[in-house]
């Protein structure tokens, strides 16, 4: 169970935005971990191979009920994985591949690209100022 789902229903609810930032918080701290048993079974095994978590792939969302609440935790890290990209057109670009790859429930309601929206802005800058509506970005970075 991926932790969008820790504590939530299996309803129509919506990550917001601060929880979207927790989800990825929890997901590195759980990265971080393994890699620190990774560096203990190492020290126990030298001829083993470390493994470093920035260099390690996410864990693999497999969801039917909360797809969309974990696309945005997938969209959110891809994102953030794009500093240097526009972030209306990155996510277009990660929306639009999502719902070609895993379905068309791949954030799939406008309050979630809402949220989704708001976490990656406060991720790159807190203090920017109000964005776009979902409208304007549909307009600039249309997500078939």
């Known amino acids: 169970m991926l932790i969008t789902q820790v504590g939530l229903q299996f309803t129509n609810s919506v990550l917001k935005g601060k929880e979207i930032r927790r989800a990825s918080a929890l997901m590195d701290f759980h990265k971080q971990t393994q890699h620190e048993l990774a560096m203990a079974l190492q020290a126990k095994e030298p001829e083993q191979t470390p493994i470093f ?7 693999m969302a497999i969801s039917y009920a909360g797809i969309g609440r974990n696309a945005t935790l997938i969209a959110y890290r891809e994102a953030l994985a794009r500093p240097d990209d526009d972030t209306d057109v990155a996510l277009a670009n990660i929306i639009s591949r999502g719902r070609r790859d895993r379905g068309r429930h791949f954030v799939h309601s406008e309050a979630q690209l809402r949220e989704l929206q708001f976490a990656v802005d406060m991720a790159k800058n807190p203090i920017r100022p ?15």
């Open 53 to 59: 978590p920035d260099t390690q792939p996410d864990p």
């Open 130 to 144: 109000a964005r776009s509506t979902v409208e304007q970005l549909a307009a600039r970075a249309p997500i078939p």
